[in-house]
């Protein structure tokens, strides 16, 4: 079946920019993650989607970053005014009901370069 | 709260050598554990997991991992190294309480010398 996917792939955007970035879970998915990860770095968690209710945004690094999931599928990852620490790879993982052990399966990611 | 660190962050080997990725972890409360393989320009891919079940978890590519609660460790192996497993290991942690998210190490890179 099909598996996590995102959209772009890669994206390069001049400082000040806004980008948008996609993310299709796996059909059925109830949870869905956004992490960045950035060069030589581990994942880190930025928000957390149960359903269209985004539970958990902690990890978001500024109000720069927003994310949302209007209809409880597809969720797009929005950076306002993009700055150069933004570079990074941003993942999405989604898995039938997060409750700790249930397995989170991973996008491609998006390159993002901001310049 | 839940950590992981991996020690060395690369690690080569010859083929057909074992393979020992290490990760130890940091959790208040019984973790669940997790090893993901990430290859160049792809997704993480689940390895094995450990959810409190048998203490040695076998995963997929013939990969395991043993739970020492006594050592706090995860460490990853693998009897004999090919060619394609070289990619980039992470080593991840959650909770029973339902933290809303794994918790990643750093990666380790592996390297297989022909």
């Known amino acids: 079946g099909a598996g996590v996917s995102q959209s772009p792939r890669y994206k390069v955007a001049k400082r000040g920019q806004d980008v948008a970035l996609r993310c299709d879970p796996i059909?059925?998915?109830?949870?869905l993650f956004w992490y960045q990860q950035a060069l030589g770095q581990g994942p880190e968690f930025l928000t957390y989607?149960?359903?269209?209710?985004?539970?958990?945004k902690s990890g978001l690094p500024s109000d720069r970053f927003f994310a949302e999931r209007p209809e409880g599928s597809v969720s797009t990852l929005k950076i306002q005014r993009t700055q150069q620490e933004d570079s990074a790879v941003y993942l999405c993982?989604?898995?039938?009901?997060?409750?700790?052990?249930?397995?989170?399966?991973f996008g491609p990611g998006t390159r993002l370069l901001v310049l | 709260a839940q950590s992981v660190t991996q020690l060395g962050s690369h690690v080569s080997v010859s083929e057909g050598a074992l393979v020992l990725l290490r990760c130890n972890y940091s959790?208040?409360?019984?973790?669940?554990l997790f090893w993901y393989v990430q290859y160049p320009n792809q997704g993480l891919q689940l390895l094995l997991k450990?959810?409190?079940?048998?203490?040695l978890v076998k995963g997929i590519n013939g990969f395991e991992a043993e739970f020492k609660k006594s050592e706090t460790s995860f460490h990853l192996t693998k009897p004999s190294a090919h060619m394609s497993d070289a990619a980039e290991y992470f080593c991840?942690?959650?909770?029973?309480?339902?933290?809303?998210?794994?918790?990643f190490g750093t990666g380790t890179r592996l390297t297989v010398i022909p």
């Open positions: 993982a989604s898995s039938l009901l997060w409750d700790g052990q249930e397995t989170q399966y």
């Open positions: 059909s059925g998915h109830v949870s």
């Open positions: 989607f149960q359903n269209e209710a985004q539970l958990d």
């Open positions: 959790s208040s409360v019984p973790p669940y």
């Open positions: 450990y959810t409190s079940a048998a203490t």
């Open positions: 991840a942690v959650s909770d029973r309480d339902g933290a809303n998210n794994l918790f």
